[in-house]
Each structure stands twice: as structure tokens, then as C-alpha cells.
């Protein structure tokens, strides 16, 4: 398992949800300059991550490799 490697899902929502959404997107991109803009998939997956807990992530850490995927990841959100 390549806990590093990234998977496209597809995801149902109600549309009164992915407006919600959407309108998140276009507030936070507001003033934004063209490499800082936000699409919905970057706000999903932030708003998923901030779901996993402390925690979480002490009982995940068994399956190999989760601790330096959650690095990685945190790295690519710095960059």
C-alpha cells in the first residue's frame, strides 16, 4: 500500500452541499494571487483532514508507512 500515492474518488452530494462548497472555494480565493487560488478538491481535502484526530493518527501510525505519508503530505501543503 502506497500510502503516499494520491486516488481520485467520486464523491455524491446534495447540490445545496457543493454550492455551500463552492462558496467557500470563492470566498477563500478572494484577493487570492493566481498560485495561491483554491479549487474544490483542495478545500475537500482539507476539511477531510481536519476530521482525522490526534488520535487518529497514533492508531493509524501500525500500517506502515502512514506517519511518513502524513509528513509528506504536510510538506506538499507548505510548498
Known amino acids: ?25 470563492m470566498e477563500a480565493n478572494l484577493g487570492a494571487s493566481p498560485n495561491e487560488v483554491s479549487t474544490l478538491s483542495h478545500y475537500n481535502e482539507a476539511e477531510l483532514a481536519n476530521l482525522i484526530t490526534v488520535r487518529d493518527v497514533a492508531e493509524l501510525e501500525a500500517a506502515p508507512g502512514f506517519g511518513a505519508a502524513i509528513q509528506h503530505w504536510l510538506d506538499e501543503a507548505s510548498n
Open 1 to 25: 500500500m502506497r500510502l503516499q500515492a494520491r486516488r481520485v474518488i467520486a464523491v455524491e452530494l446534495p447540490e445545496f452541499l457543493i454550492y455551500a462548497l463552492e462558496q467557500r472555494v
